[in-house]
């Protein structure tokens, strides 16, 4: 039997669909945005499709931004020839908030995961290697702490090496599968600080 109409049906399915959105937390919502008026709800929606069209990848660093380069990247006052590999745009936003961090980033989005069959060639780590052929003093790892985090830095760490660019890894102040956005700054700067030679 049909507890709802189709159309909601089809919406709180939608919403199930999203990362962290459980059915209950579907309909709740569902039934929110039904209530909303419908110049708000015609704000949303254009926000969300306004987005997915003109988001891209930074040129540079592959962080989401709005331009060919992010706002990092095309700071000449940065520090272009350290890099800070971090998972995902997030992470980036917890250094930049530090206020402290003058290189600039490599954004991978993800991290390697075999259990979940994500692999060194679905995440953006080629790119990475790529910009390492121009002037790279540094490359810092802060990837997270889980599992994959610890994968992914020993991967790429073995990948650097042989070039002979320093690489580091953020030290483990990090609470163990914390997610870095989550960590108060203090303890960002202090796991920067205190990186150690891989
Ligand atoms: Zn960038």
Request: charged residues 25%; proline residues 4%.
């Amino acid at each position: 039997m049909e507890l709802y109409s189709g159309h909601i049906n089809k919406l709180i399915e939608e919403l199930a669909g999203l990362p962290g959105i459980g059915s209950k937390s579907a309909q709740r919502l569902a039934f929110h945005l039904i209530n909303m008026p419908r110049a708000r709800v015609e704000r949303l929606a254009h926000a969300i499709v306004d987005a997915k069209e003109n988001v891209r990848y930074c040129q540079e660093c592959y962080t989401l931004t709005d331009r060919d380069q992010c706002p990092v990247c095309a700071n000449g006052k940065r520090d272009h020839s350290t890099i800070m590999v971090v998972e995902n745009a997030r992470d980036l936003a917890a250094y930049e908030k530090t206020g402290k961090y003058e290189g600039v980033y490599h954004v991978l989005h993800g991290a390697i995961s075999p259990m979940l069959g994500i692999g060194p060639n679905d995440i953006k780590l080629k790119e990475l290697m790529q910009r390492l052929e121009g002037d790279v003093k540094e490359v810092i790892i802060a990837t997270n702490s889980s599992l994959e985090g610890e994968t992914t830095a020993m991967y790429i760490s073995k990948l650097i090496k042989p070039t002979g660019i320093r690489v580091t890894r953020i030290a483990s102040g990090v609470p163990v599968g914390g997610d870095l956005e989550y960590i108060d700054e203090v303890t960002l700067l202090r796991a920067l600080e205190g990186r150690v030679e891989l």
